[in-house]
T-cell receptor, first 115, second 113 residues
Framework: DQQVKQNSPSLSVQEGRISILNCDYT??????FLWYKKYPAEGPTFLIS???IKDKNEDGRFTVFLNKSAKHLSLHIVPSQPGDSAVYFC??????????????WGLGTSLAVNP | NAGVMQNPRHLVRRRGQEARLRCSPM?????VYWYRQLPEEGLKFMVY????????ESGMPKERFSAEFPKEGPSILRIQQVVRGDSAAYFC???????????FGSGTRLTVV
């Protein structure tokens, strides 16, 4: 039972264009969402997060949008660069009040940015 | 300012042996999380520890797996009598507590032969 779903296993975009990575969730108790980036043989690296009280959070080239009614979030990367090629994981947390940041993860989307 | 250090990076064990995975959190971090990534799967939460306390072990298999985070020294994930199905990448993450993303180590890749 996958509570966080990333339905596109892979995505290929041209350098300079926008990359849009999508994530859907089923548990309405999730109230904090994060995106991580992972290179081969390395641990995931935190990219950007969003709380359920917001619908958008922006950090440089990265913007995360949250649509609570649709239980959907997306990560936009503009402009995409070859160094962005990695696996992107969407994660959600059911606990925004405490320290137990137990995260529920999607299966990841492999992004390839072509020069 | 070292990040989260995990060792060993690669560990090969024969079926029935014990595996010990170590995680040193970032300086100043007192919260440690262990995750496992099986082949072709996403990361799965295993256990959340603070110094000398297991806070949430709901993701730990009921048998053969244990974790600790002593007052001094690294956090240890211990797998007794390993089986082939334990082959996976085991990631440790640490945080200072509170909200926000936490920092992962590079993982330990366990192979059971």
């Amino acid at each position: 039972d996958q509570q966080v779903k990333q339905n596109s296993p892979s995505l290929s975009v041209q350098e300079g264009r926008i990359s849009i990575l999508n994530c859907d969730y089923t548990n309405s108790m999730f109230d904090y969402f994060l995106w991580y980036k992972k290179y081969p043989a390395e641990g995931p690296t935190f990219l950007i997060s969003i709380s359920s009280i917001k619908d958008k959070n922006e950090d440089g080239r990265f913007t995360v949008f949250l649509n609570k009614s649709a239980k959907h979030l997306s990560l936009h990367i503009v402009p995409s660069q070859p160094g962005d090629s990695a696996v992107y994981f969407c994660a959600a947390s059911p606990d925004n009040a405490g320290n137990n940041r137990k995260l529920i993860w999607g299966l990841g989307t492999s992004l390839a940015v072509n020069p | 300012n070292a990040g989260v250090m995990q060792n060993p990076r690669h560990l090969v064990r024969r079926r029935g042996q014990e595996a010990r995975l170590r995680c040193s959190p970032m300086k100043g971090h007192s919260h440690v999380y262990w995750y496992r990534q099986l082949p072709e799967e996403g990361l799965k939460f295993m256990v959340y520890l603070q110094k000398e306390n297991i806070i949430d072990e709901s993701g730990m298999p009921k048998e053969r797996f244990s974790a600790e985070f002593p007052k001094e020294g690294p956090s240890i994930l211990r797998i007794q009598q390993v089986v082939r199905g334990d082959s996976a990448a085991y990631f440790c993450a640490s945080s200072p507590g509170g909200s926000g993303g936490y920092t992962f180590g590079s993982g330990t890749r366990l192979t059971v032969v």
